[in-house]
């Protein structure tokens, strides 16, 4: 009872090598989660001018837009821009401008998607980029 309670002791008192909290959290940097001076993420270690375009406060009002209505928003087009990019299929700028670059990169995206190919924005174009 006594060793096991001197091992015990000797196990508690004897200096860790490192912190978990030292090799977790300061050493580690995650390049795909980027975040401020104050320690909060971001979606994107840029920021672009369609970041700070007025949008709805919630995501239910777009179900309900046309996608006529929808290409002229930039906040939206810029979402767009920065989805298509992010799979490969648009190079161009986030501009939230819907150019024909864009309408190219959503007729290659509803090909590869075996989507009727027209170049415009879609349901099932919305749908494959889990937009609403």
Do not use: W
Not at 8 to 25: E, G, T
Not at 39 to 53: I, K, M, N, V
Not at 98 to 110: C, D, K, N, T
């Amino acid at each position: 009872m006594k060793r096991s309670l001197l091992l015990l002791l000797a196990l508690i008192c004897l200096p860790v090598p490192f912190s978990f909290a030292d090799s977790f959290y300061d050493v580690y940097e995650d390049p795909l989660a980027a975040r401020d001076e104050y320690g909060l993420r971001h979606q994107s270690p840029r920021l672009y001018a369609t970041d700070f375009a007025p949008r709805h406060a919630f995501r239910f009002g777009y179900y309900f837009e046309s996608s006529a209505s929808l290409t002229r928003d930039p906040a939206y087009v810029g979402a767009l821009q920065t989805l298509l990019r992010d799979h490969g299929y648009y190079c161009g700028p986030i501009d939230g401008i819907f150019s024909p670059l864009v309408s190219e990169a959503i007729a290659r995206m509803q090909k590869n998607y075996s989507l009727r190919v027209t170049g415009t924005l879609t349901y099932g174009v919305r749908r494959a980029l889990h937009l609403p």
